[in-house]
């Protein structure tokens, strides 16, 4: 069963490796955002810092929501999603994996970049070793929970505008704590507690999401 699971992490990575938009959008987004930000609000470097958790995590957010709708979409279009369907494999493992294969390609790449978004913004060390902990922690929760709304748009023509109408509300508990870790981390606080309840969402997301968008992908392809 695992084998099975590692294959579907491998293809999807090589099948969005060879279609190099579909990762480079979302972190050009990310980056044009961070960049652009600055120079419409303040370059006041203090202005800059108390902002940059925010700043960085609707940016994030938006990166992954952008990228959600190609997440179930081509395997539903060649057909593949039903063979999913029926594979020996438990179909919400096979979510999981997917999954995965998504965040490798957004939300880790997004994490990784976060040192040159902290930069840009003047977040002194402290604040960006925080920011870098929040989104490595909460970015897989990010793309679990989207994840549903991306099962339960698979079907329609233009789901991908749907997606974040269901699935953001869900995702402003992690953005509140997140944003509010960064800051505490700015102010000389401890963070433990807020890296804790994101700790809590990712266990809980990972534990009910892949459940739910199998469910949801039942219902999408079955009726």
């Not at 108390?50 to 990166?63: E, N, S, Y």
């Not at 493992?93 to 880790?108: E, M, P, S, Y």
Request: net charge neutral; glycine share 8%; proline share 7%.
């Amino acid at each position: 069963m695992w084998p099975s699971l590692w294959a579907v992490i491998q293809r999807d990575v090589k099948l969005v490796s060879r279609q190099g938009g579909e990762w480079l959008n979302p972190l050009s987004f990310f980056l044009m955002v961070i960049t652009l930000f600055p120079l419409a609000i303040s370059s006041t470097p203090a202005k800059l810092a108390a902002m940059a958790g925010g700043v960085v995590w609707i940016a994030a957010l938006l990166a992954v929501l952008l990228s959600m709708d190609s997440l179930f979409r081509q395997d539903y279009d060649d057909g593949s999603l039903e063979q999913l369907l029926v594979s020996p494999a438990p179909l919400p493992l096979v979510v999981l994996a997917k999954v995965i294969a998504h965040w490798l390609q957004t939300g880790a790449c997004l994490t990784v970049l976060s040192p040159v978004a902290a930069l840009l913004l003047h977040l002194p060390s402290d604040a960006a070793l925080a920011l870098f902990i929040t989104l490595l922690i909460g970015t897989p929760t990010l793309s679990l929970v989207s994840a549903i709304g991306a099962a339960l748009t698979v079907s329609l023509k233009r789901g991908g505008v749907l997606i974040p109408l269901l699935t953001l509300p869900l995702h402003i508990p992690v953005l509140i704590f997140a944003t509010a870790a960064v800051q505490a981390a700015l102010n000389g606080l401890p963070i433990g507690g807020y890296l804790a309840l994101l700790g809590a969402f990712l266990a809980l997301a990972l534990t009910l999401s892949p459940l739910a968008v199998a469910a949801a992908l039942r219902l999408a392809v079955g009726g």
